[in-house]
T-cell receptor, first 109, second 117 residues
């Protein structure tokens, strides 16, 4: 069945550091790919998405590129802020959403 | 505008009891989803409604779990004979439907945290 694997956290960074959170997936066909974010005390929010191979999703300085050849959708940001501290979920959609386990990001001043 | 709302925000019950969890989707969203998120895990799909009918209930773990959406808006997730393993955050999401297909973007509610003692 479909599955999503993302790097375990927590990821601990200093402000202005470069961020990468790895995500790979297993699915038949060509799913749409998503990153969702959950800030402390809040619900899941869509961060970005890509619907086909080589598409790049971007939002709030975050980017991820749909790589069919490596079945990956790694999340990157050039300079993180303290306010980016949250749990990040990679997900794929073929009908319904299949999520990874989540990666906690902690950014210190 | 109002987002997806869920009530109660927290529910504590005893093993063997019956619970109902409510979801109020965004107005006009025909598609509605229920997910369960256990501690340290990502959300897991339970059931998907399009309108009043369950289009996909393949994620319901067993027959103790049931969900309804009688008027195509509010949905209730019902759990009978609760077990300690049912403790989790239950999330609801909704989306618009175009041409009979649910849109890519789902909007999530804050969840109901269920604790079974």
């Amino acid at each position: 069945g479909d599955s999503v694997t993302q790097m375990e956290g927590p990821v601990t960074l200093s402000e202005e550091a470069f961020l990468t959170i790895n995500c790979t997936y297993t699915a038949t066909g060509y799913p749409s790919l998503f990153w969702y974010v959950q800030y402390p005390g809040e619900g899941l929010q869509l961060l970005l998405k890509a619907t086909k191979a080589d598409d790049k999703g971007s939002n709030k300085g975050f980017e991820a590129t749909y790589r069919k050849e490596t079945t990956s959708f790694h999340l990157e940001k050039g300079s993180v802020q303290v306010s980016d501290s949250a749990v990040y979920f990679c997900a794929l959609r073929r009908g319904t959403l299949t999520f990874g386990k989540g990666t906690m990001l902690l950014v210190s001043p | 505008g109002a987002g997806v709302s869920q009530t109660p925000s927290n529910k504590v019950t005893e093993k063997g009891k019956y619970v109902e969890l409510r979801c109020d989707p965004i107005s006009g969203h025909t598609a509605l989803y229920w997910y369960r998120q256990s501690l340290g895990q990502g959300p897991e799909f339970l059931i998907y409604f399009q309108g009043t009918g369950a289009a996909d209930d393949s994620g319901l773990p067993n027959d103790r779990f049931f969900a309804v959406r009688p008027e195509g808006s509010v949905s209730t997730l019902k759990i009978q004979r609760t077990e300690r393993g049912d403790s989790a955050v239950y999330l609801c999401a909704s989306s618009v439907v175009h041409g009979g297909r649910a849109a890519e973007t789902q909007y999530f509610g804050p969840g109901t945290r269920l604790l079974v003692l």
